[in-house]
């Protein structure tokens, strides 16, 4: 699996956009990247994921660069329930059939502010 | 709610002891996955199930052991706990091809 590069922590006002780089500069073709984030103990939530186009729904927007080698996780509009650790993850497509694992990194711990 | 559910959501067991994890997918999901995540290790994958069959296997010890059964719940047994395997154990499913897991919001295991 390709690895995952993510700034250790970020601050971000509340009500400004949070926009969380990561970098995945061996991606391969046929793998997806994948956000969650984890807030406080709670089981982590699945945020977006895209393959090359930019992707957007209404928790974020994830822009993926042409060559694929690094994304960036949008939050337009970051309020103090946001702050949480996100992960950013390249999944393999799996075979027909089944479902292939992801693997977590260390993430970003984003911190919004008032 | 992301409609994965695990019980019970704490434990706490003494050393040497053995206990059970129960985990129900989301309808519809006949992948099951678990992770345990404890303080200074992060979120490990331990095994994943699809429709009854191991599919995949991560760091899971000898000690630990899962299935899926027929009705698409799963089950994780850990015995001989040690101090070691306190943690957060978190079961997530999806449905097959590229579709998002899911976690439950875990269960929080205290080995004294």
């Known amino acids: 699996d390709a690895k995952t590069t993510q700034p250790p922590s970020m601050d971000c006002a509340e009500g400004r956009a949070a926009n969380l780089p990561c970098n995945h500069s061996t991606i391969s073709g046929n793998e997806y990247v994948y956000w969650y984030r984890q807030i406080h103990s709670q089981g982590p939530q699945y945020i977006i994921h895209g393959l090359k186009n930019n992707e957007t729904n209404e928790m974020a927007s994830l822009i993926i660069t042409e060559d694929r080698k690094s994304s960036t996780l949008i939050l337009p509009h970051a309020t103090l329930r946001d702050t949480a650790v996100y992960y950013c993850i390249v999944r393999p497509k799996p075979y027909t059939g089944t479902a292939s694992k992801l693997t977590f990194g260390t993430g970003t711990r984003l911190q919004v502010t008032l | 709610d992301s409609g994965v559910t695990q019980t019970p959501k704490h434990l706490i067991t003494a050393t040497g002891q053995r206990v059970t994890l129960r985990c129900s997918p989301r309808?519809?999901?006949?992948?099951v996955y678990w992770y345990q995540q404890s303080l200074d290790q992060g979120l490990q994958f331990l095994i994943q199930y699809y429709n009854g069959e191991e599919r995949a296997k991560g760091n899971i010890l000898e000690r630990f052991s899962a299935q899926q059964f027929p009705d698409l719940h799963s089950e994780l047994n850990l015995s001989s706990l040690e101090l070691g395997d306190s943690a957060l154990y978190f079961c997530a499913s999806s449905v097959s091809g590229v579709s998002p897991l899911h976690f439950g919001n875990g269960t929080r295991l205290t080995v004294t």
């Open positions: 309808s519809g999901d006949l992948s």
